[in-house]
């Protein structure tokens, strides 16, 4: 018996299948091991020795692995084709061997690009041995990683409290973000003017030629800067003759792409699919694991973590074979088309992501998969197949135009294409940008030199310049590649990592920088200048990559870089928060004193006008305050107007809602150094309230901050208690207060709508659970009725779906607009027996009509109490592994 690892379950119900019962195919879940995150996990005075810990999961995982390879004849590694596959193999044998479990049992390693029969029997047929360097290489990444995030992101608590984080890449790829934002906020915008001309051939075809040229100068698309210029070449083409001077012909070919790599394939999809890079990755994981198709599970494409571009020859082959028999032999190339990898190293470079099996199209395994996986699974199909075929045929046709006025001549021209043969787009092209123009859908009539034309308009169209846009994900992902940042396998974890810090949003589908990102980067930029450096973390990444390729020794490359690095860090212990501070005041301008509509200075404080306002520091982070403090307590939450997106309030971050119809003192939305606000009245009187999660500045109204300063609420008095149940909002949420006991309440809305009935609900439900230790609990008797015939109480309860009869374990909902209050025991003891009748108790269903006499009115309060029938905890459910 051969023990096999692999990392996910779903694999390794798949392999198991393929290699049948001679084999124990067990699942690793991903890592089994990391770096401790507390300081000195990695130690760079031990010659960078490194702790490992096994979480409680993973512990139970290599448990059962060592179990099974008591007795087993060998064990086989079979994780992913890549670094990290390479690590988790080293971590599960380091591990093994630890436990004493392999004896004198050989160990293998396989790899396999795709998970179908062939492919896994293939590679079990060629096992090798762990390779050192790959592993080295993954303790290098870990280990740097690790010591710039734990050496750095202190420095960044200190020094800019509020800030979460800074790691390697991803400080790299918010300055990435943050520079573009930077340029959006420079560009000055200018007018230009654009002129064309609807003209028509001898034969009345009509087309459209763009002024190129005017007077014998040539122009760009900047030099018509005002309307009146436009309007002096309109008038001269009004009157103008035209002539076609030149018709030129040129016959071009398209190639296709190659096959998507990891990088390109979230491009792909984040243009035409609108998935993320993560969600890409999560749907590709899918495909790549296997599907059932037709009660066979089986891999659909290969790996999809991969910057290789080469497909392999047997892949080759069966692609130009479907290209055959779906698009026809003119769409074949004679010969093979073969693609250069961009990896920079070989032993990294997979395959690129394509489909194990050509002849499955996406419209015969569509059923199997779910929308998701069907789209990113045609995409795949078809970049790959289009990359084996045939170029497009186009033919691109450039008329120049000569208009003549008197002595004043002025050149056109139009542009036109015709696509003569399909090829490639036959199966795949890619999706344009909605700015750029479709010249292969724009086509010309027939025109030929030296023939006049007639003029049917001149039309002049004004522009406006625009910023380059934010970045996106896939653009994003596209220039980190450019640049040599990153690698395949990192790209979704970086971004997912700089939303989470919150240092980033998404809208619209475009990476905004947060204020709190800006700062970070402004901070790191003045103050570790090398380490967010585009080249030096590029030329850190071909270090790593010639550590993978044995080139390099992994502890030489970190004793280098922690040379310098950490003498870096030592040299800010001297750095003030005052030296910080000025230096991101002036490098943020445009964020923290964001220019005003009349033109006054943005740096005098708003309220006072003799204070100078500047950033100031905070146990939660940063903000904007006067100089004069205390004298002066103006604050404006950072971020406030950037971009003249602020929320309203103006630049002092005040706006009247109105006025408290009891005192009459106005009600002002204001910004805190913890955020929005509102207050009332002025002074230290003044009461003031925080605008929960989910209520933005933008959204409030005078019915809204009323609500705020009212708060806590007053619900009601306790039916048992006599004592006051509050509702309220508080640091961790709304919630009822009642005899000094807290209860969360599920949303804001709660606080300003929650009962009487409700909220006594809420409190028992808190206060079971606490003294039962978990689980849920029944609901506390709203009203007790008294005693049913056959014994136990009769109670009114309002549960989870409405107000309730209970009696033991029956419940028997009240019919809509019941009140509560108002159930009468005969009714309760009704609704009890049919509830009971339904449910199949024969006993309390016969029982119905004696029951009702039995009950006599003044048992209503007579009846002693009886504790209500409760349910048993509920059972926490095991840990899905």
Same mark, same amino acid.
């Given at each position: 018996m051969d023990v096999v690892v692999v990392e996910s379950p779903a694999k390794a119900k798949t392999i198991n299948k393929y290699l049948g019962p001679d084999y124990i195919v067990l699942a690793s879940f991903g890592h089994v091991r990391d770096l401790p995150a507390k300081d000195g996990s990695v130690r760079p005075d031990e010659d960078f020795a490194m702790s490992w810990e096994v979480d409680g999961a993973s512990s139970k995982r290599l448990s059962d692995i060592a179990k099974a390879m008591k007795g087993a004849d060998?064990?086989?590694?079979?994780?992913?084709?890549?670094?990290?596959?390479?690590?988790?193999?080293?971590?599960?044998?380091?591990?093994?061997?630890?436990?004493?479990?392999?004896?004198?049992?050989?160990?293998?390693?396989?790899?396999?690009?795709?998970?179908?029969?062939?492919?896994?029997?293939?590679?079990?047929?060629?096992?090798?041995?762990?390779?050192?360097?790959?592993?080295?290489?993954?303790?290098?990444?870990?280990?740097?990683?690790?010591?710039?995030?734990?050496?750095?992101?202190?420095?960044?608590?200190?020094?800019?409290?509020?800030?979460?984080?800074?790691?390697?890449?991803?400080?790299?790829?918010?300055?990435?973000?943050?520079?573009?934002?930077?340029?959006?906020?420079?560009?000055?915008?200018?007018?230009?003017?654009?002129?064309?001309?609807?003209?028509?051939?001898?034969?009345?075809?009509?087309?459209?030629?763009?002024?190129?040229?005017?007077?014998?100068?040539?122009?760009?698309?900047?030099?018509?800067?005002?309307?009146?210029?436009?309007?002096?070449?309109?008038?001269?083409l009004e009157g103008a003759t035209f002539n076609a001077v030149s018709v030129e012909a040129k016959p071009t070919k398209r190639n296709p792409a190659p096959p998507f790599t990891t990088s390109t394939l979230q491009q792909?999809?984040?243009?035409?699919?609108?998935?993320?890079?993560?969600?890409?990755?999560?749907?590709?994981?899918?495909?790549?694991?296997?599907?059932?198709?037709?009660?066979?599970?089986?891999?659909?494409?290969?790996?999809?973590?991969?910057?290789?571009?080469?497909?392999a020859p047997e892949a080759i082959a069966a692609a130009r074979s479907a290209i055959g028999a779906e698009f026809g032999d003119r769409y074949l190339p004679e010969k093979p088309r073969y693609y250069s990898t961009k990896a920079k190293n070989a032993q990294e470079a997979h395959e690129a992501v394509r489909p194990t099996d050509?002849?499955?199209?996406?419209?015969?395994?569509?059923?199997?998969?779910?929308?998701?996986?069907?789209?990113?699974?045609?995409?795949?199909?078809?970049?790959?197949?289009?990359?084996?075929?045939?170029?497009?045929?186009?033919?691109?046709?450039?008329?120049?135009?000569?208009?003549?006025?008197?002595?004043?001549?002025?050149?056109?021209?139009a542009v036109g294409s015709v696509v003569r043969f399909d090829g490639f787009i036959a199966a795949y092209t890619e999706q344009k940008d909605e700015d750029s123009e479709d010249e292969e859908s724009r086509r010309l009539p027939e025109i030929k030199a030296g023939e006049a034309l007639s003029r049917k308009n001149v039309a002049v169209t004004q522009h406006t310049t625009e910023p380059p846009p934010r970045y996106s994900e896939a653009s994003l992902i596209k220039k980190m590649e450019e640049l040599g940042i990153g690698r395949p396998s990192t790209y979704a974890a970086t971004l997912k990592t700089l939303e989470d810090r919150d240092y980033v949003t998404i809208e619209k589908r475009r990476l905004m920088p947060q204020a709190k990102g800006r700062l970070v980067t402004a901070f790191l930029e003045n103050f570790f200048e090398r380490y967010v450096e585009f080249d030096f973390t590029a030329d850190l990444e071909e270090k790593l990559d010639e550590i993978s390729d044995g080139k390099?020794?992994?502890?030489?490359?970190?004793?280098?870089?922690?040379?310098?690095?950490?003498?870096?860090?030592?040299?800010?212990?001297?750095? =003030? *928060?005052?030296?910080?501070?000025?230096?991101? %005041?002036?490098? &943020?301008?445009?964020?923290? @004193?964001? $220019?005003?509509?009349?033109?006054?200075?943005? =740096? *005098?404080?708003?309220?006072?006008?003799?204070? %100078?306002?500047? &950033?100031?520091?905070?146990? @939660?982070? $940063?903000?904007?305050?006067?100089s004069n403090y205390p004298e002066c307590g103006f604050t404006r939450q950072l971020g406030d107007g950037l971009n003249g997106e602020g929320d309203g309030a103006g630049d002092n971050g005040d706006r009247v809602l109105g006025k408290d119809p009891e005192t009459d003192e106005d009600i002002v939305l204001k910004s805190g150094r913890f955020g929005p606000y509102v207050q009332r009245g002025d002074g230290k009187e003044a009461k003031r309230a925080g605008l929960p999660k989910g209520w933005t500045p933008s959204s409030m109204d005078l019915e809204k901050a009323l609500q705020l300063i009212s708060l806590p609420r007053d619900v009601g008095l306790h039916p048992e208690t006599g004592k006051m149940i509050a509702a309220g909002?508080?640091?961790?949420?709304?919630?009822?207060?009642?005899?000094?006991?807290?209860?969360?309440?599920?949303?804001?809305?709660?606080?300003?709508?929650?009962?009487?009935?409700?909220?006594?609900?809420?409190?028992?439900?808190?206060?079971?659970?606490?003294?039962?230790?978990?689980?849920?609990?029944?609901?506390?008797?709203?009203?007790?009725?008294?005693?049913?015939?056959?014994?136990?109480?009769?109670?009114?309860?309002?549960?989870?779906?409405?107000?309730?009869?209970?009696?033991?374990?029956?419940?028997?909902?009240?019919?809509?607009?019941?009140?509560?209050?108002?159930?009468?025991v005969e009714e309760a003891l009704e609704l009890i027996a049919a509830k009971a009748g339904k449910s199949g108790t024969k006993?309390?269903?016969?029982?119905?009509?004696?029951?009702?006499?039995?009950?006599?009115?003044?048992?209503?309060?007579?009846?002693?109490k009886k504790p209500a029938a409760k349910k048993a905890p509920a059972k926490k459910s095991k840990e899905e592994e």
């Open positions: 060998s064990l086989i590694l079979a994780t992913d084709p890549d670094r990290e596959g390479e690590a988790i193999s080293w971590h599960v044998l380091d591990v093994l061997r630890q436990k004493k479990v392999i004896k004198d049992q050989p160990v293998r390693r396989v790899v396999f690009n795709a998970i179908t029969k062939q492919s896994v029997l293939e590679a079990m047929a060629n096992p090798r041995d762990i390779d050192v360097a790959l592993v080295d290489a993954y303790l290098a990444r870990r280990a740097l990683d690790y010591l710039v995030g734990f050496t750095l992101s202190p420095v960044l608590w200190r020094k800019l409290p509020g800030a979460r984080s800074a790691g390697r890449v991803q400080s790299v790829a918010l300055r990435l973000v943050c520079d573009r934002e930077s340029e959006i906020e420079r560009f000055i915008r200018e007018d230009y003017w654009q002129i064309a001309a609807q003209l028509a051939t001898p034969r009345s075809d009509d087309f459209e030629a763009r002024l190129t040229a005017f007077e014998g100068k040539k122009l760009q698309k900047l030099d018509i800067k005002s309307a009146e210029q436009a309007a002096d070449i309109k008038g001269m792909a999809a984040s243009s035409q699919l609108s998935f993320s890079a993560s969600r890409t990755m999560q749907v590709a994981q899918r495909l790549y694991e296997g599907i059932d198709i037709g009660g066979e599970t089986t891999g659909l494409i290969t790996y999809m973590r991969t910057d290789g571009v080469q497909m050509f002849r499955r199209t996406p419209a015969s395994v569509r059923k199997y998969l779910d929308a998701d996986q069907a789209r990113l699974y045609e995409i795949i199909w078809k970049r790959a197949i289009a990359s084996q075929m045939n170029p497009a045929e186009i033919e691109r046709t450039t008329v120049e135009i000569e208009a003549v006025n008197g002595s004043r001549t002025a050149g056109l021209r390099l020794a992994w502890k030489d490359v970190l004793r280098d870089f922690w040379r310098d690095f950490s003498a870096h860090v030592d040299e800010t212990k001297e750095l =003030r *928060v005052t030296d910080v501070l000025d230096t991101l %005041n002036e490098e &943020l301008a445009p964020l923290v @004193f964001p $220019a005003r509509e009349d033109g006054s200075n943005p =740096r *005098v404080c708003p309220r006072c006008g003799s204070g %100078n306002l500047s &950033l100031k520091l905070g146990k @939660f982070g $940063a903000f904007v305050g006067c909002i508080g640091r961790y949420g709304p919630f009822l207060l009642h005899d000094g006991a807290y209860a969360n309440l599920e949303t804001v809305e709660d606080v300003f709508t929650i009962g009487l009935n409700r909220a006594v609900t809420v409190i028992a439900e808190k206060k079971s659970r606490f003294s039962k230790g978990g689980g849920r609990a029944t609901p506390a008797a709203l009203k007790e009725l008294g005693e049913h015939p056959d014994g136990g109480a009769i109670t009114v309860r309002d549960g989870r779906f409405g107000p309730y009869v209970n009696w033991g374990k029956v419940n028997a909902t009240l019919p809509k607009g019941k009140d509560p209050a108002s159930v009468t006993k309390a269903a016969t029982k119905k009509a004696t029951a009702v006499k039995k009950a006599p009115a003044a048992k209503k309060t007579t009846t002693t």
